[in-house]
């Protein structure tokens, strides 16, 4: 018959194999727990209680289906925002305003090499909403994302706003103004 050693080391290899499969099932239960919390955020978001809806591609279809991005747009403003950011990474973004009913299509701004894109959706939020402040119309605020996204993903870190070649800055920033479309 079998030994008790290898008995024993049965049992602790189906152990093992017992925890890992339970580690695997709560890590997916962690997972569908953070997307159900974002999706429910971008629903708080796009539901009226905020007037901007800001969020990606993703989250935005986890709440209204896999819809196109133009029809995800209106769907927000549909549901009581009053402006909407569409991130959607290498695709650009989609910027749309219930007040103007402009909606304009903002290309990502092309770059030599991508170092790391980690922030670069907080840093075109940061810079669209820089845009709005300082006066500039919806489609002037969002290349002005893009252009910041770009340089972010540039680097690995955190960029120096004043480490930016303005020359570069504003190349980009006509080149994103001449290449958007309305819609």
Known sequence: GIGVEALDEGRALIAQIALHLEVGVERERRIVAVLELAAEAVHQVVGGEREAAVGGLAEAQAVYGHLPP????????????????????????????????????????????????????????????????????????????????????EK???????EIDTGKRNERYAGCLATMRNY
């Not at 959607?88 to 910027?95: D, R, W, Y």
């Not at 690995?156 to 004043?162: A, E, H, L, S, W």
């Open 156 to 162: 690995v870190g955190v960029v120096n706003p004043g």
């Open 70 to 153: 133009q029809d995800l747009a209106t769907a927000m403003l549909d549901d009581g925002a009053q402006s909407v950011a569409l991130r959607m990474g290498e695709k650009g973004s989609l910027l749309a305003s219930h007040t103007s009913g402009e909606c304009w299509h903002i290309p990502a701004v092309p770059v030599e090499h991508i170092h790391d894109q980690t922030g670069a959706g907080n840093t075109y939020c940061g810079a669209v909403l820089w845009g709005l402040l300082d006066g500039k119309s919806l489609s002037e605020a969002g290349a002005a994302g893009a252009v910041a996204a770009s340089f972010s993903i």
